[in-house]
């Protein structure tokens, strides 16, 4: 059964308010679950967000023989056996490319690891060679077929220098992952500073790895797993995406808008760029508000995405909706990935005066009024921005594809009903 959204747009109104929680990164929790697989006991994940990616990942480790079990909302155990089986399956690991995650620690901790080809998806090519390039420095063997990739080692991993030639976030924690249960050390360089590789990082260093310059860009390991967690809990740090996009909405929907739970220090770039364009936002620790009001008049800016700490790829999408209601032109520049400006098309449908000049490049004329429309989600982030755009629009907004939505934000209608969104979820 498909489902969509159905939003009633407050037609440029400013009115939403009240505050909103942030939950666990998406791009933490599922990372933590690949690292479970170097522990010899049981490790507990908390604050894991439940959304559709969560799920993928519990059925994947499942289908290995891995044991899962969730304990209560956000809480997940997980043990990994001496034996599990080490490949991935296929339908469900294409189905999101963070899967690939788990190849890391399978492969140093069983000596083999079998996945598919991850493929080319809508916001880009996505190849994997950064991730093959460090398999092979640790002196594996590599064979491609048509149905993937199997790759093997008769002994331990050996530890080893990698050059990433790309920063790759998902690479560089793949094989940090992998370099825990190498012998001797591995140096990682050019890795990328994403909060979430030190999040990950830090935890293992509390469970007796040996990690230095994790969030910077030289990472060494020195292998000394597997592991206990002797009942430590990986608590997963609040999603600094999620955050940034309610800030958006606060900014072009909102009256007075509380994001709670959050931590301001890993969105700085989002928060400095809005302030820049005229946005009044109070900061605390843990906390963001965003004070629109009716007669705010935003300036345009351009935003060129960049690996953390620059503007995240991520809030691309919401950025540019943010973009349509400020005055001015603005440059979007999206520096990461070749497919992720497509969505832009809907929004020009939605009455938005964006140009598209090639694949990274888009400019966008405001302000603008929105028109309801019925738009097709293409991606999970794009799925977002939709929705903000849909709240400010005027009239009726119907979202198809809600399962990208939900594969990265948790009941996302529920809580964004409760600070006055018109928004329901229907089946069509
Ligand atoms: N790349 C290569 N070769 C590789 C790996 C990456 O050319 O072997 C390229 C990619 O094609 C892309 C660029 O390098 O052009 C950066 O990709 P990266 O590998 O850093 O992205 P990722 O690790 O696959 C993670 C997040 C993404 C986020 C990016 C960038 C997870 C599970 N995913 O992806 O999140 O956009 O980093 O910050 O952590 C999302 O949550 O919606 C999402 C797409």
Redesign the pocket.
């Known amino acids: 059964m498909k489902e969509a959204l159905v939003i009633q747009g407050l037609d440029g109104k400013k009115t939403l308010a009240g505050s909103i929680n942030i939950n666990g990164a998406?791009?933490a929790a599922?990372?933590a679950f690949a690292m479970s697989l170097l522990f010899k006991d049981e490790v507990i994940l908390k604050n894991v967000p439940e959304i559709e990616d969560v799920k993928n990942m519990v059925e994947i480790l499942k289908s290995l023989g891995v044991k899962v079990e969730r304990k209560s909302k956000g809480v997940y155990a997980i043990k990994t056996p001496k034996k599990i089986s080490t490949n991935l399956p296929e339908e469900i690991s294409k189905k999101f490319?963070?899967s690939i995650?788990l190849s890391g620690p399978i492969l140093a901790r069983f000596g083999s690891v079998g996945f598919p080809h991850p493929g080319g998806c809508v916001?880009?090519?996505?190849?994997?060679?950064?991730?093959l390039n460090g398999f092979e420095k640790f002196g594996v063997k590599i064979k491609e077929s048509e149905n993937g990739y199997l790759i093997r080692s008769d002994q331990k991993l050996k530890g080893s220098k990698i050059f990433l030639?790309?920063?790759?976030?998902?690479?560089a924690q793949t094989l940090m992952m992998a370099a825990l249960l190498a012998r001797g050390k591995t140096i990682i360089k050019n890795a990328?500073l994403?909060p979430?590789t030190k999040n990950l990082a830090d935890f293992m260093n509390l469970c007796g790895a040996k990690i230095k310059g994790a969030g910077t860009s030289t990472i060494e390991i020195i292998g000394t797993g597997p592991f206990s967690a002797d009942g430590k809990v990986f608590v997963t740090p609040p999603d600094r995406?999620e955050a940034g996009s309610f800030i958006i909405l606060g900014a072009v929907a909102g009256n007075r808008l509380e994001i709670k739970n959050c931590n301001p220090e890993d969105f700085e770039s989002l928060l400095e760029t809005l302030k820049y364009c005229g946005v009044n936002i109070e900061v605390s620790k843990n906390k963001v508000v965003v004070m629109g009001n009716k007669s705010d008049n935003y300036n345009s800016t351009d935003i060129k995405t960049h690996?953390y700490p620059g503007f995240?790829?991520?809030l691309q999408a919401p950025m540019t909706v943010f973009l349509t209601q400020a005055e001015g032109e603005g440059l979007i520049f999206e520096t990461?990935?070749?497919g992720r400006l497509n969505y832009t098309s809907e929004l020009v449908r939605m009455g938005a005066d964006v140009r598209l000049w090639d694949p990274h490049r888009a400019t966008v004329k405001g302000p603008t009024p929105l028109r309801g429309r019925e738009v097709e989600s293409p991606?999970?982030?794009a799925g977002l921005a939709f929705i903000i755009a849909a709240i400010i629009a005027n009239g009726e907004s119907i979202i198809h594809n809600v399962h990208y939505i939900d594969r990265?934000y948790e009941k996302i209608e529920d809580r964004l009903r409760k600070i006055g969104a018109d928004i329901k979820r229907v089946s069509i």
């Open positions: 998406k791009n599922l990372q490319r963070a995650v916001i880009g090519l996505r190849p994997i060679d950064v991730f030639r790309i920063p790759s976030v998902t690479g990328p994403e979430e995406i690996e995240p790829t991520d990461i990935f070749e991606d999970i982030r990265g």
